[in-house]
């Protein structure tokens, strides 16, 4: 059965505390992706990757960076929290393909900064 | 303008009833077309891809207007259990993809 992993379901840090999330997939996927889900704005693109350390800007990557050293794991890291990046991160992978193909959401992690 | 606009709705019908849901979108050079579900306080999950031939599966048809631009989601006979938010995803040719803000949809006995 295919998977995504991600390492919080709850995280709960203090602005300014720089802030891992981390992302693994078990189906050996090239590209795997990190939006964020807020009321009223639906899922928007943070950062995505087609490759092993590489890495593109999505929609809103401002305060956020990403890190992919190994095929099966994508981090995503907030530099310094802050209270806007309060929201829920959903990350996902998919296979190589042109037009893109079926993503594979993980479970997401609920952040709250205070 | 949002890239791709869906009715956030609700829509709340009865079982039974026919729903449709209309998503658009604005990049001519968009490729790949799908609709996601997404239960409360869950994961999005590939619903169905929609193809520019139109795509059936059950009770669900999807449909694709390329010269509009515009996609859309039939279901049938609703149930219960159909009751989600529907995401309309909208990639572009760098596999890159884009969500509308979802449609959602309450069933009721």
């Known amino acids: 059965d295919v998977k995504v992993t991600q390492s919080s379901r709850y995280l709960v840090k203090r602005t300014g505390e720089k802030v891992f999330l981390e992302c693994v997939q078990d189906?050996?996927?090239?590209?795997m992706f990190w939006y964020r889900q807020d009321p009223g704005l639906g899922l928007r693109l943070i950062y995505f990757?087609?490759?092993?350390?590489?890495?593109e800007k999505g929609d809103i990557p401002e305060g956020y960076s990403v890190s992919r050293e190994k095929k099966e794991r994508f981090s995503l890291i907030l530099e310094s929290a802050s209270t806007n990046q309060t929201s829920m991160y959903l990350c996902?992978?998919?296979?190589?393909?042109?037009?893109?193909?079926?993503?594979?959401f993980g479970p997401g992690t609920r952040l709250t900064v205070l | 303008r949002k890239e791709v606009e869906q009715d956030p709705g609700p829509f709340n019908v009865p079982e039974g009833a026919t729903v449709a849901f209309n998503c658009t979108y604005s990049?001519?050079?968009?490729?790949?077309f799908f609709w996601y579900r997404q239960d409360c306080r869950k994961e999005p999950k590939l619903l169905m891809s929609?193809?520019?031939s139109g795509n059936e599966d059950g009770r669900f048809t999807a449909q694709l207007n390329r010269a509009s631009q515009y996609i859309s989601l039939l279901i049938r006979d609703s149930k219960l259990s159909d009751s989600a938010t529907y995401l309309c995803?909208?990639?572009?040719?760098?596999?890159?993809?884009?969500f509308g803000d979802g449609t959602t949809l309450t069933v009721k006995p």
């Open positions: 189906m050996d996927h090239e590209n």
């Open positions: 995803v909208v990639n572009t040719n760098a596999g890159k993809s884009t």
């Open positions: 990049n001519s050079a968009s490729q790949s």
């Open positions: 990757s087609y490759d092993v350390k590489m890495k």
């Open positions: 929609v193809y520019s």
């Open positions: 996902a992978s998919s296979q190589a393909g042109q037009g893109g193909n079926e993503q594979f």
